[in-house]
């Protein structure tokens, strides 16, 4: 409510008064300011990473050779460094010592390390900056101001999409705020602001309260429910954080990379990469993959890639073993179809492809949620019948919960490409027969969806509790 009410407005009017000439000021100045609210002191850990990323950056531009790989590699140690600090440090300390010391001490067990919010966001965009200097895609900034907003932009801080510097390095010097992509981004703020209200947060309420029943308590129905749950939630919740940063983006003039492109839609695990947090797949791609040598040295050297990139975008969720894993699991499954490629001519190879996909992606987020392998494989055993067989019908279990079974077969139904359906098919009515009619009930029609859906997430979010986006703690 204080930044719907008072923050986004307060900037956009002062960022209206600024001018050209000192609206990047503003845009900085307010996104430290977002960020203080909630990390306090660790603003101060973000601001060294602009300093140092902009200082090397200049300095990498003027040199060669190997003082320039020097110099990124530099760069590089000190962005992670924090985050290894802030992130992995006590997770390897725990792992690490008993290799070493057969009675694992509590000197080993460091105090709990708060995670700064969005520490791995702003890290990579710090790196994908240093690599762009590097590579000579993009000149290095000149102004500490436009780097410092550039990693800082309070839109897309906290949970991305991750923005290349080459593809926003003009926008930072000379960008438009006009009528209609103010309109535009104000709708896409909106749509993603009811992703996470309307469907995200009362999808995973449900999710909760059937993960934390013990086990002998957890039906195969209720646990097929909840995983189901799960994947609606984190797909509407993170996908409804990138709507919200790409539609602020165009408030203040920027055009933000789309990260989501309905990846539950895939036929293959291939393809659900090419849909989900775009911007990751697409960082650890340019940055990771192709550095590694890609598929450019051979196929088993292919494979040995894909399963050492996607380890790394497990950690990169968090200090845990079902993330490693849960990384693990994708890359197996995309070093698969490398082996064997799916074949899906037709509906049927289609429909087969999306099937498969879903399953994978289904259990993997499973182990994803789960607190531990452990308790991982005890939630997939309930699944697959093993225990907790419950002989009441699945229909059951939304029997007497009406707004449950509303928002879950909303959230599958958009879960297709419905809305651009939709819009497809009015640009066809335009075409059929543009009339002054038509126009008005196309216009009627958007703005009467835009009205009511912030009329419900407005009475939504004044009746529910607080629940802070799922990417915030990584």
């Known amino acids: 409510m204080t930044f719907l009410f008072l923050f986004l407005p307060s900037v956009l009017a002062a960022s209206l008064v600024a001018g050209k000439n000192y609206r990047n000021h503003l845009l900085f100045a307010a996104s430290l300011l977002f960020y203080a609210w909630g990390e306090g002191g660790y603003t101060l850990l973000l601001l060294l990473s602009i300093v140092i990323s902009f200082?090397?950056?200049?300095?990498?531009?003027?040199?060669?050779?190997?003082?320039?790989?020097?110099?990124?590699?530099?760069?590089?140690?000190?962005?992670?460094?924090?985050?290894?600090?802030?992130?992995?440090?006590?997770?390897?300390?725990?792992?690490?010592?008993?290799?070493?010391?057969?009675?694992?001490?509590?000197?080993?067990q460091l105090a709990h390390i708060?995670?700064?919010?969005?520490?791995?966001?702003?890290?990579?965009?710090?790196?994908?900056?240093?690599?762009?200097?590097?590579?000579?895609?993009?000149?290095?900034?000149?102004?500490?101001?436009?780097?410092g907003l550039y990693i800082a932009m309070f839109p897309q801080l906290i949970a991305g999409p991750i923005v290349r510097y080459h593809d926003i390095a003009r926008q930072l010097q000379?960008?438009?705020?006009?009528?209609?992509?103010?309109?535009?981004?104000?709708?896409?703020?909106?749509?993603?602001?009811?992703?996470?209200?309307?469907?995200?947060?009362?999808?995973?309420?449900?999710?909760?309260?059937?993960?934390?029943?013990?086990?002998?308590?957890?039906?195969?129905?209720?646990?097929?429910?909840?995983?189901?749950?799960?994947?609606?939630?984190?797909y509407y919740d993170f996908s409804g954080y990138s709507d919200m940063a790409i539609g602020l983006g165009k408030l203040f003039g920027f055009h933000l990379p789309e990260n989501f492109n309905y990846p539950y839609i895939s036929r293959s695990m291939r393809e659900f990469w090419r849909r989900w947090h775009i911007s990751l797949s697409t960082w650890l791609r340019d940055y990771l993959y192709i550095p590694l040598g890609g598929s450019r040295k051979g196929s088993h050297r292919t494979l040995l890639n894909l399963l050492i990139v996607f380890l790394f975008c497990g950690l990169w969720h968090g200090a845990n073993w079902t993330f490693i894993l849960w990384g693990?699991?994708?890359?197996?499954?995309?070093?698969?179809?490398?082996?064997?490629?799916?074949?899906?001519?037709?509906?049927?190879?289609?429909?087969?492809?999306?099937?498969?996909?879903?399953?994978?992606?289904?259990?993997?987020?499973?182990?994803?949620?789960?607190?531990?392998?452990?308790?991982?494989?005890?939630?997939?055993?309930?699944?697959?019948?093993?225990?907790?067989?419950?002989?009441?019908?699945?229909?059951?279990?939304?029997?007497?919960?009406?707004?449950?079974?509303?928002?879950?077969?909303?959230?599958?139904?958009?879960?297709?490409?419905?809305?651009?359906?939709?819009?497809?098919?009015?640009?066809?009515?335009?075409?059929?027969?543009?009339?002054?009619?038509?126009?008005?009930?196309?216009?009627?029609?958007?703005?009467?969806?835009?009205?009511?859906?912030?009329?419900?997430?407005?009475?939504s979010l004044a009746a529910q509790a607080y629940h802070p986006f799922l990417y915030f703690q990584f």
């Open 55 to 108: 200082l090397l950056g200049r300095r990498m531009e003027k040199c060669s050779g190997n003082q320039k790989k020097l110099l990124l590699g530099l760069g590089i140690s000190c962005n992670l460094l924090p985050l290894f600090v802030f992130k992995y440090l006590h997770f390897t300390l725990i792992e690490l010592a008993p290799l070493f010391f057969s009675d694992l001490s509590q000197s080993w």
């Open 114 to 147: 708060h995670l700064p919010a969005g520490i791995s966001f702003f890290t990579f965009q710090a790196i994908s900056y240093l690599i762009d200097v590097y590579r000579r895609v993009a000149p290095a900034e000149q102004s500490l101001l436009n780097c």
């Open 174 to 234: 000379r960008r438009i705020v006009t009528l209609p992509g103010f309109a535009s981004g104000a709708e896409r703020f909106v749509f993603g602001l009811a992703k996470k209200v309307l469907l995200a947060d009362p999808l995973g309420v449900k999710a909760d309260q059937i993960y934390a029943l013990p086990l002998h308590e957890l039906s195969t129905g209720n646990a097929w429910l909840a995983a189901v749950c799960f994947s609606l939630q984190i």
């Open 328 to 459: 693990l699991w994708h890359g197996v499954f995309l070093a698969l179809e490398r082996v064997v490629p799916l074949r899906q001519r037709g509906w049927w190879g289609a429909s087969l492809g999306w099937v498969y996909t879903t399953l994978v992606v289904l259990l993997g987020w499973v182990l994803f949620r789960s607190p531990s392998i452990a308790a991982a494989w005890e939630y997939l055993r309930v699944m697959a019948g093993g225990m907790g067989l419950s002989h009441k019908p699945f229909l059951s279990l939304f029997a007497g919960d009406s707004l449950l079974v509303t928002e879950l077969l909303i959230a599958l139904l958009l879960a297709f490409p419905i809305y651009p359906g939709l819009r497809g098919v009015a640009q066809q009515l335009l075409q059929w027969r543009d009339t002054v009619s038509v126009n008005t009930g196309i216009a009627v029609g958007r703005v009467g969806l835009f009205v009511l859906l912030v009329y419900l997430v407005l009475i």
